[in-house]
């Protein structure tokens, strides 16, 4: 099914305080692979940045089928998937040596630099055969209305969360939402993010959020009113 494929260790730097790795280091392990492929096959994100164009990440859904712990060994996988109008659909799988123990699939859009519109998934053609989309698939979810949830603190992007754009990178937005969740005894066994506005370095972020049972919901919200993202977060008993 995959046609690229990365080996990796994961490391105890990349472990909570309960020692498993975080759902952050796990989307970082996807992306490994996926960089990989557009690195070697093309386009890579400086060929698309010479065009003018730029990938954004929309939407990311990840489901973990049990904790991933450090020093050890897994392979990741990933594809980029046969989209359609504006979504460029890629799909992830890390496995370990008893078989699959996690995977997702992500949303991105293609932009034009300058005038930030989308480009059509046709306007990029990729050096790779893309996939079928697997029978996973984004979950759905609404947030209520904002006076419904509860305000449960700020974050400030710093120097070290950001990219190359001086955002906060995709890969840090799981830090952000579990920074305001009970994570002691838990591991997040299923995480959603939805992407809208980008937090520059310096943006200091409100959170809310709300829950029912082991699932949470929440929000960030940019200093000038606009949403940043919204999340939605199941946490497994360890």
């Known amino acids: 099914m995959f046609d690229w494929h990365t080996h990796l260790v994961t490391d105890l730097h990349d472990a909570d305080y309960n020692g498993v790795i975080r759902a952050s280091a796990v989307q970082r392990y996807m992306q490994i692979a996926a960089n990989g492929q557009l690195r070697v ?5 400086e060929e698309l940045w010479a065009q003018g164009k ?3 990440l929309t939407a ?3 489901t973990l089928h049990r904790p991933l712990l450090p020093y050890t060994e897994i392979e990741s996988s990933s594809c980029g998937c046969q989209g359609r109008g504006f979504i460029f659909p890629r799909y ?3 496995e370990d040596s008893e078989g699959v123990v996690a995977e997702g699939l992500a949303q991105f859009g293609l ?6 519109k989308l480009l059509p998934f046709d306007s990029c053609p990729c050096g790779f055969a893309p996939m079928e989309l697997p029978a996973y698939t984004i979950r759905r979810f609404r947030l209520p209305h904002i006076d419904e949830m509860e305000k449960v603190g700020t974050y ?14 995709n890969t840090f937005y799981p830090n952000l939402f579990t920074s305001f969740l009970d994570m002691n005894g838990k591991w997040v066994s299923r995480m959603v993010i939805r992407f809208q506005k980008d937090a520059p370095l310096g943006e200091t972020l409100t959170v809310y959020r709300v829950s029912e049972g082991d699932t949470y919901r929440l929000c960030s919200i940019r200093s000038d009113g606009q949403l940043n993202a919204e999340a939605e977060f199941t946490l497994s008993d360890l």
């Open 111 to 116: 932009i034009d630099v300058e005038t930030r």
């Open 92 to 94: 992830y799988e890390l």
């Open 41 to 45: 096959c093309g386009p890579s994100n």
């Open 156 to 169: 400030t992007v710093t120097y070290g969360e950001t990219d190359q754009n001086h955002h906060l990178n």
């Open 60 to 62: 990311i859904d990840i």
């Open 54 to 56: 730029a990938f954004l």
